[in-house]
């Protein structure tokens, strides 16, 4: 166990109930796109390192957007469960599965 993890609770990338941060179709696409970056380097070494740089910002750009959208989603779970303990240490977790997520990114 790593010393920023509490003992007691699984890596949420382990955990099937966790919703992931990146969609599957989009991180295909990410993993297509930068094989054709690669598959191109020969003949234009220049414009790969271009499309290289312009793909990780998108990338970048799209794990931010998906981090706000799931941050959003826990908010507005978080405020239904204000009046239950238990609700809201279900809310704590999640938040914490996310920051270790991110974490391992």
């Known amino acids: 166990m790593?010393?920023?993890?509490?003992?007691?609770?699984?890596?949420?990338?382990?955990?099937?109930?966790?919703?992931g941060i990146w969609d599957s179709t989009q991180t295909e696409d990410f993993r297509r796109r930068w094989h054709r970056v690669e598959s191109r380097f020969v003949q234009d070494p220049p414009g790969s390192v271009t499309e290289a740089r312009q793909l990780v910002d998108e990338a970048v750009k799209a794990l931010a957007e998906s981090v706000h959208s799931r941050e959003e989603q826990l908010a507005h779970g978080s405020a239904r469960a204000s009046d239950s303990?238990?609700?809201?240490?279900?809310?704590?977790?999640q938040y914490y599965r996310l920051l270790d997520r991110l974490l391992s990114v």
């Open 85 to 93: 303990i238990a609700d809201m240490r279900d809310s704590v977790l």
């Open 2 to 19: 790593g010393a920023h993890q509490p003992a007691h609770q699984p890596r949420a990338a382990a955990d099937p109930q966790q919703p």
